[in-house]
Protein backbone atom coordinates (compact mmCIF):
# COMPACT_ATOMS: atom_id res chain seq x y z
CA UNK A 1 0.00 0.00 0.00
CA UNK A 2 1.12 3.70 -0.90
CA UNK A 3 2.33 5.31 2.62
CA UNK A 4 3.98 8.28 4.34
CA UNK A 5 5.88 7.88 7.09
CA UNK A 6 7.17 10.40 9.33
CA UNK A 7 9.92 9.60 11.86
CA UNK A 8 9.19 11.57 14.78
CA UNK A 9 5.89 12.26 16.35
CA UNK A 10 7.17 14.83 18.81
CA UNK A 11 10.83 16.79 18.67
CA UNK A 12 11.64 19.35 21.35
CA UNK A 13 14.18 21.48 20.77
CA UNK A 14 15.84 25.04 22.01
CA UNK A 15 16.60 28.11 19.81
CA UNK A 16 19.19 28.39 17.44
CA UNK A 17 19.46 24.15 17.42
CA UNK A 18 19.05 22.84 13.85
CA UNK A 19 16.25 20.88 13.15
CA UNK A 20 16.00 17.67 10.57
CA UNK A 21 12.51 16.20 9.99
CA UNK A 22 12.76 12.95 8.47
CA UNK A 23 10.02 11.46 5.86
CA UNK A 24 9.66 8.71 3.95
CA UNK A 25 7.05 7.57 1.32
CA UNK A 26 6.54 4.09 -0.83
CA UNK A 27 5.15 5.14 -4.14
CA UNK A 28 5.84 4.30 -8.02
CA UNK A 29 6.21 6.12 -10.79
CA UNK A 30 6.05 10.28 -10.65
CA UNK A 31 5.69 12.34 -7.32
CA UNK A 32 4.92 15.61 -6.14
CA UNK A 33 6.49 16.49 -3.05
CA UNK A 34 5.23 19.04 -0.64
CA UNK A 35 5.84 19.71 3.36
CA UNK A 36 2.97 21.89 5.20
CA UNK A 37 3.38 23.64 8.55
CA UNK A 38 0.30 23.99 10.64
CA UNK A 39 1.26 27.12 13.44
CA UNK A 40 -1.17 26.56 16.32
CA UNK A 41 -4.87 27.78 15.49
CA UNK A 42 -3.87 28.05 12.20
CA UNK A 43 -4.54 26.82 8.58
CA UNK A 44 -2.16 24.53 7.00
CA UNK A 45 0.56 26.39 4.90
CA UNK A 46 2.84 25.47 2.39
CA UNK A 47 6.68 25.33 3.33
CA UNK A 48 8.05 24.06 0.51
CA UNK A 49 7.22 21.54 -3.01
CA UNK A 50 9.59 19.59 -4.88
CA UNK A 51 7.83 18.67 -8.76
CA UNK A 52 11.38 18.14 -10.44
CA UNK A 53 14.76 19.43 -11.42
CA UNK A 54 16.92 20.78 -8.45
CA UNK A 55 16.73 17.66 -5.48
CA UNK A 56 17.51 20.59 -3.00
CA UNK A 57 14.18 23.06 -2.76
CA UNK A 58 14.20 26.06 -0.95
CA UNK A 59 11.30 27.07 1.26
CA UNK A 60 9.65 29.91 3.04
CA UNK A 61 10.92 31.16 6.44
CA UNK A 62 14.77 29.89 5.75
CA UNK A 63 13.38 26.29 5.60
CA UNK A 64 14.92 23.59 3.10
CA UNK A 65 13.91 19.84 1.82
CA UNK A 66 15.64 17.58 -0.41
CA UNK A 67 14.65 15.10 -2.33
CA UNK A 68 16.63 11.61 -2.58
CA UNK A 69 15.03 9.79 -5.01
CA UNK A 70 17.26 6.29 -4.15
CA UNK A 71 16.00 6.50 -0.73
CA UNK A 72 12.15 7.44 -1.47
CA UNK A 73 12.87 10.63 1.22
CA UNK A 74 12.10 14.18 1.33
CA UNK A 75 13.62 15.38 4.67
CA UNK A 76 13.13 18.93 6.16
CA UNK A 77 15.77 20.46 7.29
CA UNK A 78 16.16 24.66 8.86
CA UNK A 79 20.11 25.48 10.12
CA UNK A 80 18.56 27.45 13.00
CA UNK A 81 15.00 27.32 15.02
CA UNK A 82 13.00 30.10 16.32
CA UNK A 83 10.60 29.91 19.08
CA UNK A 84 7.87 31.02 16.43
CA UNK A 85 8.59 27.65 14.51
CA UNK A 86 6.64 25.87 16.80
CA UNK A 87 4.06 24.04 14.89
CA UNK A 88 2.86 20.71 13.52
CA UNK A 89 4.89 19.54 10.27
CA UNK A 90 3.32 17.30 7.71
CA UNK A 91 5.14 16.08 4.76
CA UNK A 92 2.74 14.86 1.63
CA UNK A 93 3.07 13.11 -1.54
CA UNK A 94 0.70 13.60 -4.54
CA UNK A 95 0.29 10.59 -6.90
CA UNK A 96 -1.91 10.50 -9.39
CA UNK A 97 -3.64 13.57 -8.18
CA UNK A 98 -4.65 12.46 -4.72
CA UNK A 99 -2.64 14.15 -1.68
CA UNK A 100 -1.68 11.92 1.12
CA UNK A 101 -0.32 12.80 4.31
CA UNK A 102 2.33 11.44 6.78
CA UNK A 103 1.28 11.71 10.91
CA UNK A 104 2.81 15.20 11.38
CA UNK A 105 5.82 16.20 13.41
CA UNK A 106 4.92 18.04 16.34
CA UNK A 107 7.83 20.61 17.09
CA UNK A 108 8.06 22.50 19.98
CA UNK A 109 10.59 25.10 19.93
CA UNK A 110 12.16 26.09 23.73
CA UNK A 111 13.35 29.76 24.25
CA UNK B 1 -6.75 37.27 -3.62
CA UNK B 2 -9.13 35.68 -1.26
CA UNK B 3 -7.89 32.86 0.29
CA UNK B 4 -10.09 29.49 0.67
CA UNK B 5 -13.16 29.86 2.50
CA UNK B 6 -14.77 27.04 4.34
CA UNK B 7 -18.46 27.73 5.89
CA UNK B 8 -19.73 27.08 8.66
CA UNK B 9 -16.46 27.40 11.25
CA UNK B 10 -18.21 25.17 13.87
CA UNK B 11 -21.13 22.68 13.60
CA UNK B 12 -22.66 20.28 16.21
CA UNK B 13 -24.67 17.33 14.91
CA UNK B 14 -26.90 14.62 16.61
CA UNK B 15 -25.85 11.34 15.37
CA UNK B 16 -28.30 9.54 12.63
CA UNK B 17 -28.70 13.52 11.12
CA UNK B 18 -26.94 14.46 7.55
CA UNK B 19 -25.08 17.42 6.99
CA UNK B 20 -23.58 19.48 4.44
CA UNK B 21 -20.13 21.71 4.62
CA UNK B 22 -19.43 24.07 1.86
CA UNK B 23 -16.06 25.17 0.33
CA UNK B 24 -15.15 28.08 -1.60
CA UNK B 25 -11.83 28.16 -3.59
CA UNK B 26 -9.54 30.74 -4.67
CA UNK B 27 -10.35 32.55 -7.59
CA UNK B 28 -9.41 30.81 -10.31
CA UNK B 29 -8.61 27.37 -9.00
CA UNK B 30 -10.64 24.55 -10.63
CA UNK B 31 -9.85 21.30 -8.35
CA UNK B 32 -11.19 21.40 -5.07
CA UNK B 33 -10.36 18.28 -2.61
CA UNK B 34 -11.52 17.77 0.73
CA UNK B 35 -9.58 16.01 3.57
CA UNK B 36 -10.71 14.93 7.02
CA UNK B 37 -8.35 15.38 9.87
CA UNK B 38 -8.92 13.65 13.71
CA UNK B 39 -5.91 13.16 16.09
CA UNK B 40 -5.96 9.37 16.13
CA UNK B 41 -6.10 8.77 11.87
CA UNK B 42 -4.52 12.48 10.84
CA UNK B 43 -5.41 13.71 7.74
CA UNK B 44 -6.89 11.38 5.46
CA UNK B 45 -8.02 12.36 2.10
CA UNK B 46 -11.81 12.16 0.84
CA UNK B 47 -12.13 13.30 -2.51
CA UNK B 48 -11.20 15.81 -5.46
CA UNK B 49 -13.38 17.48 -7.98
CA UNK B 50 -12.67 19.19 -10.90
CA UNK B 51 -14.52 20.89 -13.24
CA UNK B 52 -17.72 19.92 -11.62
CA UNK B 53 -16.22 15.94 -11.72
CA UNK B 54 -15.25 13.77 -9.12
CA UNK B 55 -11.73 12.99 -10.24
CA UNK B 56 -10.46 11.12 -7.43
CA UNK B 57 -11.87 9.42 -4.15
CA UNK B 58 -10.32 7.89 -0.71
CA UNK B 59 -11.47 5.19 0.95
CA UNK B 60 -14.52 6.62 2.83
CA UNK B 61 -18.06 4.94 3.07
CA UNK B 62 -20.27 6.29 0.47
CA UNK B 63 -22.19 8.12 3.63
CA UNK B 64 -19.44 10.64 2.46
CA UNK B 65 -20.07 12.34 -0.84
CA UNK B 66 -19.83 15.56 -2.71
CA UNK B 67 -20.24 17.68 -5.55
CA UNK B 68 -18.71 20.66 -7.48
CA UNK B 69 -20.74 23.59 -8.91
CA UNK B 70 -19.90 25.32 -12.20
CA UNK B 71 -18.50 28.02 -10.10
CA UNK B 72 -16.22 25.20 -8.64
CA UNK B 73 -17.62 25.75 -5.10
CA UNK B 74 -17.42 22.71 -3.61
CA UNK B 75 -20.02 21.14 -0.99
CA UNK B 76 -19.23 17.79 1.15
CA UNK B 77 -22.12 15.97 2.37
CA UNK B 78 -21.85 13.45 5.35
CA UNK B 79 -25.33 11.37 6.06
CA UNK B 80 -26.29 9.21 8.79
CA UNK B 81 -23.46 10.92 10.99
CA UNK B 82 -21.75 8.48 13.39
CA UNK B 83 -19.83 9.64 16.75
CA UNK B 84 -16.45 8.68 14.74
CA UNK B 85 -17.24 11.34 12.12
CA UNK B 86 -16.41 14.17 14.95
CA UNK B 87 -13.60 15.97 13.27
CA UNK B 88 -12.09 18.84 11.16
CA UNK B 89 -12.42 19.00 7.51
CA UNK B 90 -10.45 20.56 5.21
CA UNK B 91 -11.17 21.90 2.35
CA UNK B 92 -8.09 22.50 -0.16
CA UNK B 93 -7.99 23.98 -3.78
CA UNK B 94 -5.70 24.64 -6.65
CA UNK B 95 -4.87 25.06 -10.24
CA UNK B 96 -5.62 21.48 -11.39
CA UNK B 97 -2.13 19.62 -10.66
CA UNK B 98 -0.11 22.38 -8.69
CA UNK B 99 -0.04 22.49 -5.09
CA UNK B 100 -3.28 22.63 -2.54
CA UNK B 101 -4.20 26.01 -0.83
CA UNK B 102 -6.71 25.00 2.46
CA UNK B 103 -9.00 26.71 4.42
CA UNK B 104 -9.35 27.19 7.70
CA UNK B 105 -11.57 24.00 8.28
CA UNK B 106 -14.95 23.28 9.58
CA UNK B 107 -15.27 21.23 12.92
CA UNK B 108 -17.85 18.66 13.07
CA UNK B 109 -18.91 17.45 16.17
CA UNK B 110 -20.95 14.64 16.37
CA UNK B 111 -23.08 13.58 19.69
Known amino acids: ?111 | KAGVTQTPRYLIKTRGQQVTLSCSPISGHRSVSWYQQTPGQGLQFLFEYFSETQRNKGNFPGRFSGRQFSNSRSEMNVSTLELGDSALYLCASSEDRGEAFFGQGTRLTVV
Open chain 1, 1 to 111: AQSVSQHNHHVILSEAASLELGCNYSYGGTVNLFWYVQYPGQHLQLLLKYFSGDPLVKGIKGFEAEFIKSKFSFNLRKPSVQWSDTAEYFCAVKSWGKLQFGAGTQVVVTP
